[in-house]
């Protein structure tokens, strides 16, 4: 079964920094995009960052300048790591992939999401 499973969620006091990691399992043949997405209480999923397979990167307008989004296409992991944390980046963080299976079927993975919470 394939599947993405993050870690490294909790809290943290504003000012703060985190390192958010997503590890893509199964059987792959390729891994394309893969990004990270957030949904606080109450609002609609937005986009973090992404990163493309060859380290292109695309920023959310609230992670820019703070967060860096990087990958290991060896290990199939993509990592979030955030600094100067907000309250207001309280959310649960979603690792979201492109999957290319190895009978070639395309999939778009989401992980079961890890918590963030920013708070003194």
């Known amino acids: 079964q394939v599947q993405l499973v993050e870690s490294g969620g909790g809290l943290v006091q504003p000012g703060g920094s985190l390192r958010l990691s997503c590890a893509a399992s199964?059987?792959?043949?390729?891994?394309?995009?893969m990004g990270w997405y957030r949904q606080a209480p109450g609002t609609e999923r937005e986009l973090v960052a992404t990163i493309t397979r060859g380290d292109g990167t695309k920023y959310g307008d609230s992670a820019k300048g703070r967060f860096t989004i990087s990958r290991d296409n060896a290990k199939s992991m993509v990592y979030l790591q955030m600094s100067s944390l907000k309250s207001e980046d309280t959310a649960v963080y979603y690792c979201n992939a492109g999957v290319i299976t190895r009978n070639f079927a395309p999939l778009d993975l989401w992980g079961q999401g890890t918590l963030v919470t920013v708070s003194s």
């Open positions: 199964g059987i792959i043949f390729r891994i394309n995009d």
